[in-house]
């Protein structure tokens, strides 16, 4: 039996050796917690989710929808168990962050042909076939190892993460259930409405809140996780056109002037995520400016917002468009460390990558999922030789290459059902 070495039990580690094992090939999966663990993690399981619970929009007409429904089609695991601990949260899939976790953790745990080895990877030997997905929070000695084979295109960005807090402490005097435009039903989240003055005292506490050391490193921000204190930096309209924005929701009439999004946390509705405010405020300053936010006077927060380094590849320079280093071909990099974004493109990245490796040791990768699919067309961004500087990006159409002529709605459907089509017929040959 061939045999396979995963480094990182993330959501692409966790896809890859799952994905590798029930395509019969022997994997060694080497995770370092409990013994070594980055204080933005909070427990030892695999696949742990970090800065939300959400895995985005189900819809086929949304690039990041097709993206998941591509990966069912595949057997993914982490699609799986996102299916097996779904929570409300509108046309979003969002899920509790413990059973998901969980139900990965067993799944790996129980599979006859996963070896878990807890230890932290100090060293790479490219002879052998392996996965990288160590994760963006990689650090020491293996990050040494990964530059040494990647030479100096070597990048990294900032992230951030949202704070939870009690459902039990959020004032219902002032809060109220709705989705965006969902006129018909409950609604999925909590809306905390503010005033124009409410707003512009918030607004300014926020920035001029202390933000927490960043030890000495560059702040790079990836745009689509911007701490919510720099939006707020960038001028007085920022957050009411971001995550504050009023916009379809409308209470008994009215709309507010800002609005305070919550999103259910886990499947006892008893944890509520803050939408949007990824923060590296220090705590205290937290606690401060979120009680100005009149539904949240009392709240409180069992999970603060942290800042952490994130860390990538230059991957043009080092990957082609199957994950695969193009100077040591036994080796291949998925997950956010390869220049995807986000936690659906991290797994799907391993998913594809496993694909990719188990038809490498056959012989060679003799077929590839094109840029007319989601998960191709992310293999292919990352891969663009084009690019000469990297930054990572969610799943969107904007990469995705399909020729049709017509309206906007008409071409995203087209968009869906051809690339469906393809991943089938992938599917019936290699899965």
Request: net charge negative; proline share 4%.
């Amino acid at each position: 039996m061939k045999e396979v070495k995963v480094i990182g039990a993330g959501l692409a580690g966790s896809e890859a050796a799952y994905k590798l094992a029930r395509l019969g090939i022997r994997v060694k999966l080497y995770e370092q917690k409990p013994l070594k663990k980055h204080e933005a993690f909070k427990t030892d399981l695999f696949g742990e989710l970090i800065c939300s619970n959400s895995l985005r929009s189900d819809d086929l007409n949304n690039a990041v929808g097709l993206l998941k429904q591509e990966m069912r089609i595949l057997d993914s695991l982490i699609m799986e168990a996102a299916d097996k601990t779904r929570v409300e949260a509108g046309k979003s899939l969002a899920v509790d962050r413990l059973g998901f976790s969980q139900y990965i953790t067993d799944k790996i745990n129980s599979h006859p042909d996963i070896e878990v080895i807890h230890e932290e990877v100090t060293s790479i030997d490219p002879e052998v076939p392996t996965v990288i997905a160590a994760g963006p929070l990689c650090d020491g000695q293996l990050s040494d190892e990964i530059k040494k084979l990647c030479g100096n295109d070597y990048l990294y960005f900032y992230d951030a993460v949202s704070p939870i807090v009690e459902k039990d402490s959020i004032d219902f005097d002032s809060a109220y259930y709705k989705s965006r435009y969902d006129e018909d039903s409950k609604g999925d989240y909590i809306n905390c409405p503010l005033t124009r003055e409410e707003f512009e005292t918030f607004h300014k506490a926020v920035i001029e809140a202390k933000k927490a050391d960043v030890h000495g490193f560059d702040e790079i921000y990836f745009e689509g996780c911007m701490p919510f204190e720099e939006m707020a930096r960038r001028g007085y309209e920022t957050l009411l056109f971001g995550p504050m924005k009023p916009v379809g929701l409308e209470h008994d009439g009215v709309r507010p002037y800002a609005v305070v999004q919550l999103r259910k946390d886990n499947a006892i509705d008893t944890l509520y995520n803050i939408v949007g405010f990824q923060t590296h405020l220090t705590f205290g300053e937290q606690e401060r400016v979120l009680k100005l936010i009149p539904a949240l006077r009392n709240v409180s927060i069992v999970r603060y917002g942290v800042m952490h380094r994130n860390t990538y590849i230059n991957s043009p320079k080092v990957l082609n468009n199957k994950y695969q280093m193009i100077k040591y071909p036994n080796v291949f990099v998925a997950g956010q460390i390869s220049g995807v974004e986000g936690y659906v493109e991290s797994a799907a990245s391993g998913l594809y990558a496993a694909l990719c490796l188990k038809q490498y040791l056959d012989g060679g990768i003799k077929d590839e999922l094109g840029p007319d699919t989601m998960i191709g067309a992310m293999a292919g961004y990352i891969s663009d030789e084009s690019i000469t500087k990297l930054v990572p990006m969610n799943a969107n159409f904007g990469i995705f290459r399909c020729d049709y002529k017509g309206n906007k709605k008409e071409k995203k459907a087209y968009y869906a059902a051809h690339a469906l089509a393809e991943v089938k017929e992938y599917k019936e040959k290699y899965v």
